[in-house]
């Protein structure tokens, strides 16, 4: 982003901003507000601190514990030496069934994936009660690195029967998609979700650090007569992706 829009953009929002909070407060403010509201858009770059304490009349101390907040929250990546730029944080309803390449989409942001195995093999034990197959059954097992704009979000292991699948070579970014084409695409789905601390292997995938936290989900999917048509389990970034409920009394 140019500085003198982004300057111009943070400008307005500043002014804004409550007059008797803590100056680097105001400034978190300003560029959250610009984040939610789009204005800032995800895969933004941000000029560096000193361009910003110069902009605003503020010290660099000022603008880099602003920057940590944001940080924190998951709105900013911050690489030291090199540059700042805006999360693709993405917002999940739970109220709706939809694949992750139309959530990607529905925020303007292009899903993609990176494949790490796809293979036809006999059902884990788990898979076997998920899906309700017997041992000696074929499924299509499928591990990917979700993205969204090129960013890693979560890994994701899907188990689908060969009957409604029968190769992983029709699946391109989006597995409903190719589900979809041959008539199963699912209607409902019974999802579970916990939160779990990234082992050694999950920090390699989707690039976070062991311990960083993780939001599992579980997903069982079901066409419109019954059958279970996918067993999916994805492993979240806990600091780019809000899951939201809307709760009624």
Known sequence: MATDVFVELIGKELADAAPGSPLYKRLKAA??????????????????????????????????????????????????GFRTEVSPRVEKSLSTLTSFSEDIRARGLTPGCIWLSRQISRPSPAEMMALGVAGNASVVRMKR????????????????????????????DSLYEALEARGFLPQRAIQRMRSRAASEEDAQHPNCA????????????????????????????????????????
């Open 210 to 249: 062991p311990g960083a936290p993780l939001l599992m989900t579980e997903r069982r999917c079901f066409l419109a007569d019954g059958q279970i048509v996918e067993y999916c389990e994805t492993r979240y970034k806990g600091d780019v992706y809000d899951f939201v409920f809307e709760l009624q009394r």
């Open 145 to 172: 690195v979700r993205t969204a704009d090129s960013v890693p979000i979560a890994v994701e292991n899907s188990a689908v029967p060969v009957r409604f699948l029968p190769s992983p070579d029709l699946v391109g």
């Open 31 to 80: 560029i959250e507000a610009a984040i939610r509201s789009n204005a800032l858009k995800a895969g933004a770059v941000l000029p560096g601190e000193r361009v910003i304490a110069d902009a605003f009349s503020l010290s660099r101390v000022t603008v880099r514990k602003a920057l940590a907040l944001l940080e924190e929250e998951g709105l900013l990546n911050r690489r030291h």
